[in-house]
């Protein structure tokens, strides 16, 4: 037996809530029909397992005045080292004088990496981008290569070559610069066991892998893409 | 360039000198912001050179830059490698050798 309702407004008798069917039951909106709460609030909103909510073209979700949370994708780490001072010759890890970037608008975004004696620490697990970039000169000669690495470990102990950037330095009459970047991508399972450092060549003793203070010359940008 | 050289490779600052003290990674500063002598700092235990080292160091380094700045004007107008092999393949070296006394005379040691 079915029956129909025609009324302009549904009140409750007594109170404020109105109960709209039985737990159960289930309550439909035909296909063609609109349900338009753009003007109020929806509490306890739960798209049931199986179904799918849709953004139609054109619409929006703004979520600016509230929290959203359980969505992938987003970037939620990215943080920036450096070293402060120029070496000449480095022969291996390069262990000292690495600051986080502080000036020129730089702020690192989430917790950031922590780093010692050139070992670099990520503060979570997941898929992080690493972009290692050197910067080199040498004020008398050209140098036949001058390289700078990204040596990763997964146990906290042995390490590896992950990503080579190798140049030389020619064609000047006074100073020659040059810069060998470098990617790679790790997939960071621990924290405690999945960390990287950074290793320095070159061929002349002359050759100077630069620093600074002041702004990025040899460093190293990370970004956390996504979840492990 | 870093804090060390200026824009033409000219030694300006202390830390130009230190880094021909030994090599790597061996000193730093205390306050990285503010290299002066006080915060320099070193981090492989060895010897840390005196101030009055840093600044002969530093005055040496631009004595023996500024003693070749005829070197680097002369290479910068010298004939170019394909200059040269064209005036030899064109029988034509005495052009070439007028062009490189002239600029060696221009630029006397």
């Keep these: 037996m079915s029956s129909e309702v025609k009324a302009n407004k549904l009140s409750p008798a007594t109170g404020t809530a109105l109960q709209i069917s039985d737990s159960g039951d289930t309550t439909t909106i035909p296909s063609g029909a609109t349900l338009d709460v753009s003007s109020a609030t929806m509490t306890g909103f739960t798209i049931p397992s199986g179904q799918t909510l849709t953004v139609a073209s054109g619409a929006t979700i703004d979520a600016s005045a509230g929290t959203a949370t359980g969505f992938g994708g987003g970037i939620t780490e990215a943080d920036m080292w450096r070293i402060t001072a120029d070496q000449t010759n480095p022969a291996g890890d390069i262990t000292a004088n690495w600051e986080q970037a502080d000036t020129d608008g730089f702020a690192v975004l989430g917790s950031g990496l922590s780093e010692s004696s050139g070992i670099f620490t990520f503060p979570s697990t997941g898929y992080w981008s690493i972009t290692l970039s050197g910067m080199w000169s040498n004020t008398s000669a050209d140098e036949r290569y001058v390289g700078l690495y990204l040596y990763t470990t997964l146990n906290n102990a042995d390490y590896d070559g992950a990503s080579y950037g190798l140049g030389s330095l020619g064609g000047g009459t006074s100073t020659r610069n040059g810069n060998t970047p470098s990617n790679f991508i790790f997939d960071v399972t621990s924290t405690t066991n999945c960390k990287f450092k950074v290793v320095g060549y070159c061929s002349l003793a002359t050759t100077i892998l630069q620093g600074d203070s002041d702004r990025c010359e040899t460093c190293v940008t990370v970004i956390r893409l996504g979840d492990t | ?109």
């Design chain 2, 1 to 109: 360039m870093s804090i060390g050289f200026s824009e033409n490779g000219r030694p300006r600052h202390i830390e130009a000198y230190l880094i021909t003290v030994r090599y790597g990674g061996w000193f730093g500063w205390s306050d990285s912001k503010n290299k002066i002598y006080a915060n320099l700092i070193v981090h492989d235990g060895g010897s840390k050179p005196t101030e009055q080292e840093c600044i002969d160091g530093l005055a040496q380094l631009q004595t023996d830059f500024d003693s070749q700045d005829y070197a680097r004007l002369r290479q910068a107008e010298y004939p170019s490698i394909e200059e040269c092999v064209h005036a030899i393949l064109d029988d034509d070296l005495e052009a070439l050798q007028a062009k490189r006394a002239e600029v060696k005379a221009r630029y006397p040691k």
